[in-house]
C-alpha cells in the first residue's frame, strides 16, 4: 500500500498570511499514461463531508478560490493558501488515487493564530 | 447538481449486518466510478470500495474484505454497500463518493454505530 505522510499535524496561521501542508507518498503516483501525478487535495470543515481542492496535484477545482494552490516535486506535494481567511479553518487530506487502495493523509488541521 | 444521499446506517450489534445505500441524482450516474469511504468519530479517512461503472469490477480495503460487499444498480441510480460480519472498528460514518479519477462529489454520509 502507498503510505501518505503529511506535516505538520497541526498548524496555526494568522489571518492574511500563507499557510503551507506538505505531502510525502511512499512510492511514486506519477501515472505514465498522462503523466500527471494521482494527488489530491480535501477540505474537510466540521460535522461536512470533505471537499475537493485539487487534483493532478495541482489542477484546481472549480469554484475553489484562487489562493488555494497544489505543488509537487517528485513524491513531495504541497498544498498553498496563499492568504488565510477565517473561512479555511479545517481539517486537510491529501489522498493518492494512483492504485487501491486508495489511501490518505493522516489531516491537518489548520486553525487560526 | 450533483446529488449524493446516503441511507440505512444505524446501531447494529456486533456480528450484525447492515446494507447501506446511496441514491444518486444530477449526474450520469452510469458513467461515474463510485466508493465508499468512512470515518470513525474524531479520525482521519479511510477508503473502503470501489466499483467500476458498469459492476463487473471491485476493490476492497483488507480491512473489510470477504465482510463487505459493494454493488450498484444503474437503472435505478443506486450504489450499496452490503456489510456483514459487523465489529466495533466499523464503526464510522460511511460517505458515498462519485469520481472518474479522483474524489470529486460526496454524499453527506450516514453512521454505522457496532455497539452491544
Known amino acids: 500500500d502507498i503510505v501518505m505522510t503529511q506535516s505538520p499535524d497541526s498548524l496555526a496561521v494568522s489571518l492574511g498570511e500563507r499557510a503551507t501542508i506538505n505531502c510525502r507518498s511512499s512510492q511514486s503516483v506519477l501515472h505514465s499514461s498522462n503523466n500527471k501525478n494521482n494527488l489530491a487535495w480535501y477540505q474537510q470543515k466540521p460535522g461536512q463531508p470533505p471537499k475537493l481542492l485539487i487534483y493532478w496535484a495541482s489542477t484546481r477545482e472549480s469554484g475553489v478560490p484562487d489562493r488555494f494552490s497544489g505543488s509537487e516535486s517528485g513524491t513531495d506535494f504541497t498544498l498553498t493558501i496563499s492568504s488565510l481567511q477565517a473561512e479555511d479553518v479545517a481539517v486537510y487530506y491529501c489522498q493518492q488515487y494512483y492504485s487501491t487502495p486508495y489511501t490518505f493523509g493522516q489531516g491537518t488541521k489548520l486553525e487560526i493564530k | 447538481e450533483v446529488q449524493l444521499v446516503e441511507s440505512g446506517g444505524g446501531l447494529v450489534q456486533p456480528g450484525g449486518s447492515l446494507r447501506l445505500s446511496c441514491a444518486a441524482s444530477?449526474?450520469?450516474?452510469?458513467?461515474?466510478?463510485m466508493h465508499w469511504v468512512r470515518q470513525a468519530p474524531g479520525k482521519g479517512l479511510v477508503w473502503v470500495s470501489r466499483i467500476d461503472t458498469d459492476g463487473t469490477t471491485t476493490n476492497y480495503a483488507d480491512s473489510v474484505k470477504g465482510r463487505f460487499t459493494i454493488s450498484r444498480d444503474n437503472a435505478k441510480n443506486t450504489l450499496y454497500l452490503q456489510m456483514n460480519s459487523l465489529r466495533a472498528e466499523d464503526t464510522a460514518v460511511y460517505y458515498c463518493?462519485?469520481?472518474?479519477?479522483?474524489?470529486?462529489?460526496w454524499g453527506q454520509g450516514t453512521l454505522v454505530t457496532v455497539s452491544s
Open positions: 444530477g449526474f450520469t450516474f452510469s458513467t461515474y466510478w
Open positions: 463518493v462519485g469520481s472518474y479519477f479522483y474524489l470529486g462529489n
